[in-house]
């Protein structure tokens, strides 16, 4: 089908959906509602490009027919710029259309539930790990998402041995699920007295945050333990059972939280961490057969893979996945990832476009 073609199909449904959203029995079915009313954004950038494209065709025809009749030489010349003008356009917009074409994985608006764990280091490790959530939090504040905290574990120099936390805000998982994976730094830790680089690492985990309709908690096959919060909160939280630990049974996935003085508040925290690391389970099993997803290095999953170095005496920073080196060391860690993530997420793109192109 031509792209002129498709982007009229689009458009057919792009008026549905608008149609669809002012009924008032759309309204009031607030999970179709929002399905529909974020249908109708994505379709919207769509639509805006189409125009574009249109336009641009119809110049084409127009001064291609000026010439044609060749009748008024200084029109000719003027149509003559102005094809030259819409041709060099044209390829650009295509590449452009054909990328928002590439159908959008749900979750990708979804907000997320980011885990940071320190890895082989030691003391060094959690000092990183505490570095990456800042590094994360920083962002977050660049893009004007929220995070929360759930659950923490300090390390015994500083950092945490580990860091449980949500963010929330627009398309967040679409981007940050390209932080998960094995992250090395290799500096002099501040204890060497020898002066050598060490190598230590920290895993991140990122699960899209599961809505209580994508995925059904049986609250029958959850063990509940209440407990004295161990951190930081004055002398309420270290005497009241409000830190809450939740198992699930036939997984064995355990979540806890102790951020809040609030038993229920707790409760809430952990359970959302719970029903995200279900859907994350599901999401998995789902995409095992999906070549298109496992062939791409860049979204595999793989929390085992190491994905990026942090070389501070260099100055550098190594996304492993698409070659991608940045002498740009100190912005990074302070929460200027975007070049790293658009550069991911194109990366992304242009795979699933050429696996598209093959099928």
């Known amino acids: 089908m031509a792209l002129i073609d498709q982007l009229q199909h689009i458009k057919t449904r792009f008026d549905e959906v608008a149609d669809l959203i002012i009924q008032p029995d759309i309204i009031t079915d607030q999970k179709r509602y929002v399905k529909l009313n974020k249908e109708y954004k994505d379709l919207e950038t769509v639509v805006e490009q189409y125009y574009k494209y249109k336009t641009l065709l119809e110049n084409i025809e127009e001064a291609n027919e000026i010439i044609a009749d060749g009748s008024d030489a200084e029109m000719v010349e003027m149509a003559k710029m102005e094809l030259d003008d819409a041709k060099t356009q044209v390829p650009e ?81 679409g981007t940050m699920k390209f932080e998960a994976g094995v992250h090395r730094v290799q500096r002099v830790p501040q204890t060497e007295t020898q002066g050598r680089v060490h190598t230590s690492a920290a895993t991140v985990m990122v699960s899209p945050e599961a809505e209580e309709f994508d995925v059904e908690v049986n609250m029958n096959e959850v063990r509940k333990d209440f407990f004295c919060s161990s951190g930081p909160g004055g002398q309420s939280v270290n005497t009241t059972y409000s830190a809450v630990r939740l198992t699930h049974e036939p997984t064995g996935i355990v979540c806890q939280c102790q951020d ?100």
């Open 260 to 359: 809040q003085k609030s038993q229920h508040k707790n409760l809430e925290k952990a359970l959302k961490v719970l029903r995200s690391r279900l859907y994350e389970r599901e999401l998995a099993i789902r995409n095992e057969a999906d070549s298109e997803r496992r062939a791409s290095m860049v979204t595999s999953g793989d929390r085992s893979a190491k994905i990026r170095t942090y070389n501070y005496p260099q100055g550098r920073v190594t996304d492993h996945r698409i070659n991608l080196t940045l002498y740009s060391l100190s912005d990074i860690i302070n929460g200027d990832i975007q070049k790293i993530s658009d550069e991911l997420r194109l990366a992304d793109n242009t795979a699933k476009l050429k696996a598209g192109e093959e099928l």
């Open 93 to 173: 917009l295509e590449e452009h259309i054909s990328f928002l074409l590439i159908p959008k994985d749900p979750t990708d608006s979804k907000n997320v539930v980011v885990e940071v764990r320190a890895g082989a280091g030691g003391d060094e490790a959690s000092i990183f790990a505490g570095e990456l959530y800042r590094m994360y939090t920083k962002y977050a504040e660049s893009r004007r998402w929220k995070v929360d905290v759930v659950d923490y574990n300090e390390g015994t120099s500083g950092g945490f041995k580990e860091m449980i936390f949500n963010i929330s805000g627009n398309d967040v998982y």
